[in-house]
């Protein structure tokens, strides 16, 4: 079981940049595939970006070259470093883990078992 603590969001301008941290408890930590999902209002949650457990990355097309996940295993954090922000950007933002992802079921939101409790992100233009 991990839990997982979200922070770092806030309030930014159009081309800005801001850099989530999500940090988990427990030692096994580095056996998750760690993921970050955001949720607009009235909207379902839309994956983002996910570091599998092996050290590769998947991004969603949406943020594909202005976003950066990254994992620190000592530290029990992940990160997603976000650049050339678009008001489209806003949103609650989520650490998510789970350890029996697969290619085909990353992208839903529904397959993950552990979740943070987000942390706004606002992109003003």
């Known amino acids: 079981q991990v839990q997982l603590v979200e922070s770092g969001g806030g309030l930014v301008q159009a081309g800005g940049s801001l850099r989530l941290s999500c940090a988990g408890s427990?030692?096994?930590?580095?056996?998750?595939?760690m993921a970050w999902f955001r949720q607009a209002p009235g909207k379902e949650r839309e994956f983002i970006a996910i570091?599998?457990?092996?050290?590769?990355?998947y991004y969603a097309d949406s943020v594909k070259g202005r976003f950066t996940i990254s994992r620190d295993n000592a530290q029990n954090t992940v990160y997603l470093q976000m650049n050339s922000l678009k008001p489209e950007d806003t949103g609650v933002y989520y650490c998510a883990a789970d350890s029996r992802l697969t290619i085909a079921t990353v992208v839903s939101y529904r397959e993950y078992d552990y979740w943070g409790q987000g942390t706004q992100v606002t992109v003003s233009s």
């Open positions: 570091s599998w457990r092996i050290g590769s990355t």
């Open positions: 427990g030692r096994t930590f580095r056996s998750y595939h």
